[in-house]
């Protein structure tokens, strides 16, 4: 697994789908799975689905699928965005996408 002493990227992706049914929020997390967890200079992935259970005030439940990928630095997170397998991603699930919000942070390593 790759370590850097600098900051690393963290890349969080929120999906709201056209279609809100478990059958596409499933599919979608699994395309996650299968495209976007393959690039060089992942530390960390995960894709899984809204917490519905979780609805305190603060809660935004305006989304159905998350993404969290943190990356080594800032440049593998750009080379993932040029990436065949995250453009094939994008190309096959555009579709399905009501709204996408993207919400990218430096963290210090601990």
Not at 26 to 46: H, P
Not at 57 to 64: G, H
Not at 77 to 106: C, G, K, M
Request: aromatic content about 10%.
């Amino acid at each position: 697994m790759p370590t850097s002493t600098g900051p690393h990227l963290v890349h969080c992706v929120y999906f709201r789908l056209k279609d809100r049914t478990e059958a596409n929020v499933t599919a979608l997390v699994d395309a996650c799975k299968q495209y976007l967890n393959v690039q060089a200079g992942i530390l960390y992935f995960a894709a899984g689905r809204l917490a519905k259970d979780l609805n305190r005030a603060v809660n935004v439940q305006d989304w159905d699928v998350a993404l969290t990928i943190v990356f080594v630095d800032s440049a593998h997170h750009d080379a993932y965005q040029d990436d065949p397998t995250h453009q094939r991603f994008i190309d096959e699930n555009r579709e399905t996408w009501d709204s996408v919000r993207v919400f990218d942070s430096l963290v210090d390593p601990a």
